[in-house]
Each structure stands twice: as structure tokens, then as C-alpha cells.
């Protein structure tokens, strides 16, 4: 079974991806920019995240969207 | 249960690129990733009325995936993860050519990490979470996110033999590669 931790609940967008970023801009940083390993891990993901989504995910979407009980959608 | 909002939807929709990276990251397989992903959507829209509007959805989702993720990994019993060889066929990785790695050679060198410092080394280093997001996504300290993204860097570089860039820099690095290339 599925449990999603209540801490995450914590979390607010100010914490989100901005701040990480931020911190990692500055010289030091072992995975940043100067870093091998960091441009090919960021190059790696963008890679992955850049690839086209396939209309299966819109369609379950929608699907669920459909079985759901009527009621007033906000 | 209250009706899922078009916002959530909409937002959901989003997500599914980065959720797609990482399913792929931690499966290393493109059929099993878009599965777990598709697992993912419908917890999440199951369980919506659990996620708090103006937290991280992102986070939230990252959760749900990877403990789906896991809870697949347990059901199945750990199955190599490289049942088809692909993977170790690509793994042999020479000297990186011109002072850049081959993105197919730093591929290889991920897969051979263990799950919990790949995932770790993901979210620190390509997915822009915090140390403490990503503690919470994993549901452990903060400092063993770290040691294990210490430990997954550490691993990389012996397996792309790149020297220490902690010592000498990106500078001394590059001139390295290159002057190898070049002798």
C-alpha cells in the first residue's frame, strides 16, 4: 500500500525548485555547473524530460476525470 | 470524495514530463517507467484530497512514484535490473574523447549505481530538489541523502575514470583529458 509521508504537507513552493537551484548556482557546488558529473547527470535528465509524452497519459486523464461521480466541478 | 478539480488536472498533466525522467532514472526501462508513471496518476487522483494546494505538487507526486516504485520492486522480488543485457552491452567506457563524456557511456555508469544513489544523485543533482526535499521524497535524513549522493559521485567518477574534480578542478580536468587525447 501506498503512504505519503505527512511532512510533505510542509512543503511550500518557496522551498521548490528556485531555492535548490540557486544554492548549486554558487562555485563549490560538487554537482554544479564546473562539475563533469553534474552537466552530464542535467544533460542526461533534460534528455528524459524533454522526450514526448504519449497521448495514453491525456486519455487516462481524462478517463478518470470521466468515472468520477457527478458532482459540481470547481 | 470531492470532485477533482481542473487545476489539479491541469497540473497533473504538467508533472508528467519530470515524473517520466524520473520513473525512467529509477527503472531504467522506458516500458516500466511510463507504467509505474501511469500508476502514479491514478494514486494521485485517488488520493488528491490528501495533497494540500500551495505545497509542492511535484514533491508530492515524486513521492507517490517512488513509492510505488518500491512497493513493485518488493511484490516482484528484486529482479535484475538489467534483465536484458542491453544495459551491459554499452558499458564498456573508454577514455572520454575531446574532454567530453559520451552521454551513452555516462547512461551505462548511472544504471551501475545502486537504486538509492542514483535516485538520490537525480533529485539533488538534475531534478533541482533541496537535500531536504529530497530527504522527504525518500523518507530519510537529510544526511543520508547526502552521503549518498557523496558515494554516487564518487562511484561515477571511478566508473567514467574521471579524476577527482574536487582536487583539481574543472580546468585542470579538461586540460588533462584533452592532453591525454592529444599524446
Redesign the interface.
Known sequence: MLEIKGDMKDMTKDTMAGAADRRRAASGDPLGPNSEIGRKLKQYYDELVSDNVPDRFAQLLSQLEQAEPAQKKD | ??????GF?TD??GS???L??FA??LTQNADKA?DL??ET???A?D?HE?F?P???L???LF??LR??FY?QMRKRGREVQDSDGIMTARLAVHPAQHGQ?D?KD??GA?EQLPEDQREA??L???????Y??AA?IC?CAVGTIKSR??RA?TR??EI?K?SG??EY??DA?SAQVTGSNAA
Not at chain 2, 124 to 130: N, Q, R, V
Open positions: 470524495m470531492a470532485a477533482v478539480s481542473q488536472k497533473l498533466l508528467i514530463p519530470s517520466r525522467a525512467v532514472s511510463d508513471v501511469q496518476l491514478v494514486k487522483w488520493k490528501s494540500q500551495g505545497t509542492n511535484k514533491a508530492w513521492t507517490i513509492n510505488e512497493s563524456l552521454l555516462f547512461r548511472l544523485i537525480i539533488i543533482g538534475a531534478s533541482g530538489f533541496s531536504e526535499e522527504e523518507g549522493v557523496s559521485r561515477l567518477q567514467l574521471i574534480e574536487d578542478g574543472p580536468i
